[in-house]
């Protein structure tokens, strides 16, 4: 499973962006998508995912102004990110969980950068 992401960048504190992130490959299912981010010299975290029936989830600061969203048929999540502040700025990954022969796998995208000036 391959997963593509694109839609960082630099954007000032106040301005919206909106990731996108595509699967592909052989896989019978994706249950659970999302995003997570990373700083330096900090663990990645959790910022929204979205399951397969649809319930989502959010890191309690992007509460309100992050909104994830997915297309089932197309194997896509996206992230519409509003009201950005500076401590938004990481590099975002894109995650699924997709189902191989009745195994659930993580898969993680390459990562794109958010930057958010002040």
């Known amino acids: 499973v391959q997963l593509q992401a694109s839609g960082g960048g630099l954007v000032q504190a106040g301005g919206s962006l909106r990731l996108s992130c595509a699967a592909s490959?052989?896989?019978?299912?994706?249950?659970?998508m999302g995003w997570y981010r990373q700083t330096p010299g900090k663990q990645r975290e959790l910022v929204a995912t979205?399951?397969?029936?649809?319930?989502?989830n959010y890191k309690d600061s992007v509460k309100g102004r992050f909104t994830i969203s997915r297309d089932m048929a197309k194997n896509t999540v996206s992230l519409q990110m509003n009201s950005l502040k500076s401590k938004d700025t990481a590099v975002y990954y894109c995650?699924?969980?997709?189902?191989?022969?009745?195994?659930?796998?993580?898969?993680w995208g390459q990562g794109t950068q958010v930057t958010v000036s002040s």
């Open positions: 979205v399951s397969s029936g649809g319930s989502t």
């Open positions: 995650n699924a969980r997709a189902i191989i022969q009745l195994i659930e796998y993580e898969y």
């Open positions: 490959g052989r896989f019978f299912s994706i249950n659970r």
